[in-house]
């Protein structure tokens, strides 16, 4: 299903809507700008005059409104493993073998049973044997060293870790705002 990035006033992500909650925004005269091409037309019904209802959803929406006011985002966005798959691009930290979402793990840098915590910077993509392998050790400790160090994605980053199937130029503008190292532009 195609998705609607949708922004508040100052052009900031804040959520993926489907096209036919974009409709409802333009429908309340929600919507204070667009970008992109067309992500969806839908046609209504016919009038008198024989004019259809038709509302085009561009792919990119500005909208106002108390539920898009401008917030103190969080510093961080919340870790799942689909995005830290993503982050690190589905490459084992330790061998750099290239595997399927289903074959990885996070893998605590400094484990959890050694006050490691549950954060960007203390997560990596692991393949299920190094995991294993590096067991209860810090990577010095199991003379593993990780090939690439952890960050903290951007909410822009974030918002591309989430979605599947954004449209060229959602991701066009999202990348323009990505920080120029990030492991997304590679």
């Known amino acids: 299903m195609r998705q609607i990035l949708a922004l508040d006033m100052a052009g900031t992500p804040?959520?993926?809507?489907?096209?036919?909650?974009?409709?409802?925004?333009?429908?309340?005269d929600l919507v204070a700008w667009e970008h992109g091409a067309p992500a969806a037309v839908f046609r209504g019904g016919w009038q008198r005059s024989g004019l259809r209802s038709v509302v085009q959803v561009a792919s990119i929406l500005a909208v106002r409104g108390s539920e898009f006011l401008p917030l103190q985002y969080r510093r961080e966005p919340l870790v799942t493993s689909e995005k830290l798959f993503v982050r690190d691009r589905n490459v084992c930290a330790y061998c750099g073998g290239r595997f399927r979402g289903q074959d990885?793990?996070?893998?605590?840098?400094?484990?959890?049973?050694?006050?490691?915590?549950?954060?960007?910077?203390?997560?990596v993509t692991a393949c299920r044997g190094c995991n294993v392998r590096k067991g209860n050790r810090t990577p010095e400790e199991a003379r593993m060293p990780l090939l690439y160090l952890p960050y903290v994605p951007s909410r822009w980053e974030d918002f591309i870790l989430v979605n599947r199937h954004i449209l060229a130029d959602q991701m066009e503008y999202l990348l323009a705002k990505v920080p120029a190292g990030s492991r997304l532009r590679a």
């Open 14 to 28: 804040r959520k993926w809507v489907s096209a036919e909650t974009a409709v409802g925004y333009y429908a309340r």
């Open 104 to 123: 990885l793990s996070r893998e605590h840098v400094v484990p959890v049973s050694r006050s490691g915590h549950d954060s960007w910077m203390n997560l």
